[in-house]
């Protein structure tokens, strides 16, 4: 009896010794492939341009693309803003020299930005870990981060305000008319930009932890909440 073997290495006209090369070579190129690359971690976003339109998605880009520096920035930038503004409010240059204001607020506030966002990183981390998140103590440090970039951007209405006010900086003054309308205008853009900071710090709690916006919002309002109780204690116990 004659036996035909068939020749199963051509199918319909299809060579599957080259195709199976191929695909070889595709799972060893999958196999290879540089962890980190871009196609590992997803697009890279600007945080600066993309903060204000697509927040979750920045936060995911900045944790994929880690840039340390700029989360140092942003951190000192904030502590810098806020001081500054306490620095106007509480008229600090009728106790020292202007000149010593700004080296108080650049110090201080670099060393309250950073202590505050390590801090509340770590509150809203662990805070998030009690109602099951599932992110890590370094995501949490990188998003809290880049939601401070609208208090970084005021930097520049602190700017535009040593221009404007000059003298009448850190001192109770007279102020001309068009001094006075200029406070109203950055008090108001900068009030904005915390808002808007706030509700990005919702949203990076969210990102990180991966739950909804409400979780996120309830995770912010816990550690708020024993905070204020326990002012509210401290008080009470000192006026008996």
Known sequence: MKIIAKNYDTVDGVNLRSTKGMVNMEETLGENATPGTETDLGEKLNPWLTIWYKPRATFRSAINYKNMNLLVFLAIMAGV?????????????????????????????????????????????????????????????????ISFIPLAVSGIFCLLDVIFLRDALFVEAYLSPFQIGWLFVSAFFVFILSVWSLFLMIKAVAEVHRFSSWKGLLTLLIPTAVIFIIIIGIVIIAMI
């Open 81 to 145: 803003t806020e001081t500054f503004d306490r620095a106007i409010a509480e008229n600090m240059g009728e106790h020292m020299s202007t000149l010593m204001v700004f080296l108080f607020i650049i110090i201080l506030g670099a060393i309250v930005g950073m202590l505050s966002w390590l801090i509340w990183s770590a509150i809203n981390y662990y805070v998030g870990k009690l109602l099951k998140g599932k992110g890590t103590i370094q995501e949490m440090n990188t998003a809290m981060a």
